[in-house]
């Protein structure tokens, strides 16, 4: 996913917060991947962070936009979600993912992550019109 994609998750209102789970190589725990942005660094590129991290990077003044994983997307919309599949019809294209919920709001993408990501964008956007 870009970082123009996990921006536009994060002005959707996707949480931003890491999680507890254990990666890596060595089993290391973090919380999980963001875009650094700090101050007098300029965009620092994609980086893997614990809680302790997270909070005093934010602490310093450091913008941080998570990379969500497919499954923290799906997670953000369980019950919206309600077809998922990537597609062989070439008119549509070949290799796109589409991710659907309430059978009317489709979205497509090259990866399952950014198709569940615009549809993330898509709703969250439908419902702050909708209220």
């Known amino acids: 996913m870009n970082y123009e994609l996990a921006k536009q ?7 931003q917060e890491p999680k507890d789970k254990f990666i890596g190589y060595n089993n ?11 101050k007098g660094i300029g965009e620092g590129g994609e980086t893997y ?5 997270h909070r005093e990077f ?7 936009t998570k990379i969500p994983s ?20 070439e008119a549509i294209g070949a290799g796109q993912w589409q991710a659907q ?3 009317t709001e489709i979205t497509h993408g090259k990866t399952p992550e950014e198709a569940v ?14 209220t």
């Open 9 to 15: 998750l994060k002005d959707a209102g996707f949480p």
């Open 28 to 38: 290391e725990f973090t919380g999980g991947k963001y875009v650094l942005i700090g």
């Open 49 to 53: 962070l614990m809680k302790r991290e």
């Open 58 to 64: 934010k602490e310093r003044g450091d913008t941080l």
């Open 70 to 89: 497919l499954s923290e997307l799906i997670e953000a919309i369980p019950s919206f979600l309600n077809l998922f599949q990537q597609l062989n019809d």
């Open 101 to 103: 919920a309430q059978l």
């Open 117 to 130: 990501a615009k549809l993330y964008i898509k709703l969250n956007d439908k419902n702050r019109r909708d």
